[in-house]
């Protein structure tokens, strides 16, 4: 499987770069990095301080690269933004099937923001899963009920800590039953 991958904002490209490096050597995935961009104005709700998942989705479907090459490869766009979407107070990820594109923001994944101290190590591990997450959710899994698989519904960033960077075995034979390798 290929997914495009776009910077969005003031995120590292380095950074994007390791985890889609990680999530590489967990998964039958390859990431094709495309030119990032600033945060979408519009996508901002100054009564929430936080962006519209929704708004940033429509712009990151609409990145011409992405257009051109079609739906069939989704498009991942990576955020340090605040996002939340569909009324939710936020959320780490959402997958948007009918515009081919996936987001994962890593704000609410930074031990800082629980006034934590800073963990590049941490945060790397929440993003490699998150990805993980909103790559099933587009290869067609829901979320799970075992609360170690990848696919787990993860409401706080210690749901994140506590799941594992790789998927349970009934979600892989649900893969495989669809055809989907992911080793």
Not at 14 to 25: A, H, I, L, P, Q
Not at 96 to 102: R, T
Not at 119 to 130: H, Q
């Amino acid at each position: 499987m290929f997914v495009r991958v776009v910077p969005i904002g003031r995120i590292s490209g380095k950074f994007v770069s390791e985890v889609c490096g990680e999530v590489e050597g967990l998964m039958n995935v390859r990431f094709k990095k495309l030119a990032g961009f600033e945060t979408p104005a519009i996508a901002w709700n100054h009564l929430r301080r936080q962006h519209d998942a929704a708004k940033v989705i429509g712009v990151l479907s609409k990145n011409s690269e992405a257009v051109f090459i079609g739906k069939d490869m989704p498009t991942l766009g990576i955020t340090e933004d605040d996002i939340y979407y569909d009324g939710k107070n936020f959320v780490f990820g959402i997958e948007e099937p009918q515009a081919g594109c996936l987001l994962v923001s890593i704000a609410r994944l930074k031990p800082e923001f629980y006034k934590e101290r800073p963990n590049s190590f941490v945060l790397k591990d929440r993003a490699v899963k998150e990805v993980m997450h909103e790559i099933g959710h587009n290869i067609g899994l829901d979320h799970c009920i075992h609360p170690f698989c990848v696919m787990s519904f993860s409401p706080s960033a210690r749901d994140v800590d506590a799941k594992q960077k790789d998927f349970c075995k009934g979600c892989r034979i649900k893969l495989a039953v669809r055809g989907v390798n992911i080793d």
